[in-house]
């Protein structure tokens, strides 16, 4: 499988900042990424979808000018929450994907206080 | 999008066959089936991937039935280091993008 890793691993940061988290697709060259979130003890949610070069598209509840995607190349894209707060601390986990082939990266632990 | 249905948790012990089944009913011509396993504070990782029959690989086997609306995960001989969250997931195409959307997952715990 692909190599994909993330950076940074784990960030904390103080309510009403922005942190940025950059994915990687070290040996794959992923023309869509998604990008995920995990509360704990719960499941993987969507939380955008974006093709190299064009905006990303949001699921429904989504904030697009909260959660920031660039993906300008096909090994880099990078998320930013913007302006955070507590409750948008979780666990971010890009995946890059072609066709029917989709990885998944290490995760990023938010914490925001 | 295709859903998936899986049963949220499951014992077993040290050196069983584990088998966990999933339901996906609505299930698209084009869809594969992938299996993940997830360790806490970790992301996805790639277990195995079928279209129909049977899978194997050197860490489980995936058997989908010719209706293709439902596939069982099977673990052989699990160890203590199998506890995990295994996801069943059906990808589909949306607006020209294909992706996965995840369900619930099985939490497996294996006993000693």
């Known amino acids: 499988g692909a190599v994909v890793s993330q950076h940074p691993s784990w960030v904390i940061c103080k309510s009403g900042t922005s942190v940025k988290i950059e994915c990687r697709s070290l040996?794959?060259?992923?023309?869509?990424m998604f990008w995920y979130r995990q509360f704990p003890k719960q499941s993987l949610m969507l939380m955008a979808t974006?093709?190299?070069?064009?905006?990303?598209?949001?699921e429904q509840g989504v904030e697009k000018d909260k959660f920031l995607i660039n993906h300008a190349s096909l090994t880099l894209s990078t998320l930013t929450v913007t302006s955070a707060h507590p409750e948008d601390s979780s666990f971010y986990i890009c995946?890059?994907?072609?066709?029917?082939?989709?990885?998944f990266g290490p995760g990023t632990r938010l914490t925001v206080t | 999008l295709a859903k998936t249905t899986q049963p949220i948790s499951m014992d077993s012990y040290e050196g069983q066959e584990v088998n966990i089944t999933c339901s996906h009913n609505?299930?698209?011509?084009?869809?594969?089936i992938t299996w993940y396993q997830q360790f806490p504070s970790q992301g996805p990782r790639f277990i195995i991937q079928?279209?129909?029959t049977k899978v194997t690989n050197e860490v489980a086997s995936l058997f989908i039935p010719a209706d293709r609306k439902s596939s069982t995960l099977s673990l052989p001989r699990v160890s203590l280091s199998d506890t995990a969250v295994y996801y069943c997931?059906?990808?589909?195409?949306?607006?020209?993008?294909?992706?996965?959307?995840f369900g619930t997952g099985t939490r497996l715990k294996v006993l000693a």
């Open positions: 974006s093709n190299e070069g064009s905006k990303a598209t949001y």
């Open positions: 040996d794959f060259q992923a023309t869509t």
């Open positions: 079928g279209y129909k």
């Open positions: 995946s890059p994907g072609a066709g029917h082939e989709q990885y």
């Open positions: 997931l059906v990808g589909a195409t949306t607006s020209g993008t294909y992706k996965y959307i």
């Open positions: 609505n299930i698209a011509t084009n869809d594969y």
